[in-house]
Each structure stands twice: as C-alpha cells, then as structure tokens.
C-alpha cells in the first residue's frame, strides 16, 4: 500500500514524522553506540570528516531533487531486513571487540528504522547518498596506521624528490625529511589521514553533482586517492619549507589554514581532469538528466495511457 502525495514530493508530512520518530527510537536503542560514536570523532581530528557525510548527501539530494518525483513512496520490507542486519553487525562488533562493526551496525538500525517508513524506493533512487554512510564510521586505530604508515612514507619520498629538484638540500630517513637543519616529521607537517577521507568525500561529491556520463563518474571515484595524493603533497611542500626557514608558529597556522584550501584545490584538480578528458575529444557530460527517467518519460508520453474507471 502506498501513500500519495503531490507530484514533487512523494511523502505526506505525517509519514515523515513517524519516519523521524523511528529514527530516534532507532538511535535511542543504539544509544551506546552512537555515544562511543560521537565521543570518537568529536574528540579525534583524524575523524572529522564524519560529519560532513549528512551535509554532502542532503547536497546531491537537492540537486538532484527531481529524482523525488520517481520515488514510490509507501512502507517496505526492506526496513526490517537493513534493521536486523545492523543489529547483527552492532552485536558482533560489541561482543568481539571490532569497533566499526560495533558503530557500523548502529547506523544501519537508523537507516533502516527511515527505509521501512519511506520505502526503499528512496534508497535505489538515491544509492549514492547512502554509500556515503560508510564514511561514518570512524577507522580502528589499527586500521587507521596501517594505511597512515605507507601513505606518510610515500608522500615523504615524492616531497624529497620535487623539493630537491630545485636544489633544496632535503634529507629523508623513512617518513623524516631534514631542511635546513630541521627535521620534520610528515605526521607533524601534514597528517596523511586527515584529509584522505575528507578529499575523496569532495570528489564523491564532485562526481554525483556533476551531470557527468556513468563511466567519468566512476573515473572520478577511482582517481579520488590520486587526488588526494596530489592535494596532500601540494599542502605538505610550502609546510615543510616553513618549517625550515620560519618559525614553527608560521608553519602550524599555514599547516591549518592549507587543510580547508585543499577542499577547493580538489574541485579544481577535478575540473581540469574534466576538461583535459573533453580537449581530447571524449565527451564527458550527460545530455540527459537522469537516462532511465527520461525514457521512461518519453515512453509515457507517446502511449496512451488508459483512464481508470
């Protein structure tokens, strides 16, 4: 059974309530999860960039907000499976001592509390958005040095290599780079982990933002830690030379300051990957707004459609 509404909005408001009312009974049950959840990330910068996940979806939901009149609105089945599945994964993850199943499964439990009200017409419309949960879910320490560790080490390498192109004396033992007397060490110049997440979340965005062909999308995912890479040795370069040459207050506030200007500097890594792509003759944009909705549209609108009696 469904619930109707006008045509650009498929849910009644009284149905959203009860959607909401869910959710928070749905995070109130998983209440101490989502505490260890927020104290985590509140706490950790390494973790920040998961709260910019709800601000990026509700992003791409609004522009891309006519895919709502596609949405068949009414309860599903789905809701309780995506429900039990979470608490599956919270109580594996509680009882066996693995953190991001343990947070991973609260978010499912809220996820799905919304998709037995709304329907799980909104989650194939709009998978993108929620793939962005993952994001959520802060790293295990364990995991998070395990991918920090080669990430530094190689980014260390790549700056010793351009600096001294230009006749910079640098020196390098693992991810230690010594200028001017200085040592720095790259977690100390420009945390590898801190904008990984954050930057391949921008180019997630960039991608389902962007009326873009299917293939350039998923390009756009792919090179995403290429992006980063490059975007974290754009900021780790004038860092690292502050260090050697000012004072360490200088270089901290650059260092600070560089991390939000490598949201921008993303974006615009992306646009020229884009033009490039478009100078060598490939055409990269969508003419369409949506492919499958456009022809189900004009297959509408050249056959009759019954009166219902």
């Known amino acids: 059974m469904t619930d109707t509404s006008d045509k650009s909005f498929p849910w009644r408001p009284r149905r959203l309530a009860l959607a909401g009312l869910l959710v928070l009974a749905a995070v109130a049950a998983m209440g101490s999860s989502w505490a260890d959840w927020y104290t985590i990330s509140a706490s950790d910068e390494e973790f920040s960039q998961v709260f910019l996940v709800i601000p990026f979806g509700a992003v791409i939901v609004y522009i891309e907000r006519e895919r709502l009149k596609t949405v068949r609105a009414g309860s599903s089945w789905a809701g309780p499976l995506i429900v039990a599945l979470g608490w599956a994964l919270a109580w594996y993850g509680y009882h066996y001592a693995h953190q991001s199943l343990w947070?991973?499964?609260?978010?499912?439990?809220?996820?799905?509390?919304?998709i037995t009200v709304l329907g799980h017409g909104i989650l194939l419309r709009f998978w993108p958005v929620f793939l962005m949960l993952v994001f959520m879910v802060p790293l295990s320490n364990q995991t998070r040095l395990q991918i920090a560790g080669p990430l530094q080490r190689a980014m260390a390498k790549i700056v010793a290599a351009i600096v001294g192109f230009f006749d910079d004396a640098v020196g390098r033992q693992?991810?230690?780079?010594?200028?001017?007397?200085?040592?720095?060490?790259?977690?100390?110049?420009?945390?590898?982990?801190?904008?990984?997440?954050t930057l391949i979340l921008v180019c997630w965005l960039f991608a389902f933002v962007t009326p873009l062909r299917t293939w350039v999308r998923w390009l756009v995912i792919l090179l995403s830690p290429l992006i980063t890479l490059i975007a974290n040795v754009l900021r780790l370069i004038p860092t690292l030379l502050l260090y050697g040459y000012a004072s360490n207050e200088t270089a901290q506030r650059f260092h600070d300051l560089a991390g939000w200007a490598m949201l921008p500097v993303a974006f615009l890594l992306l646009m020229f990957i884009i033009h490039f792509?478009?100078?060598?003759?490939?055409?990269?944009?969508?003419?369409?707004?949506?492919?499958?909705?456009?022809?189900?549209?004009?297959?509408a609108a050249g056959t009759p459609v019954a009166a219902a009696s």
């Open 277 to 299: 792509i478009q100078a060598l003759g490939i055409e990269v944009r969508s003419d369409e707004d949506g492919g499958a909705d456009a022809g189900s549209e004009t297959q």
């Open 174 to 197: 693992g991810n230690m780079l010594t200028i001017n007397g200085q040592q720095v060490a790259i977690r100390e110049a420009c945390n590898g982990m801190r904008m990984v997440f």
């Open 103 to 114: 947070h991973a499964g609260a978010i499912g439990v809220a996820l799905g509390a919304a």
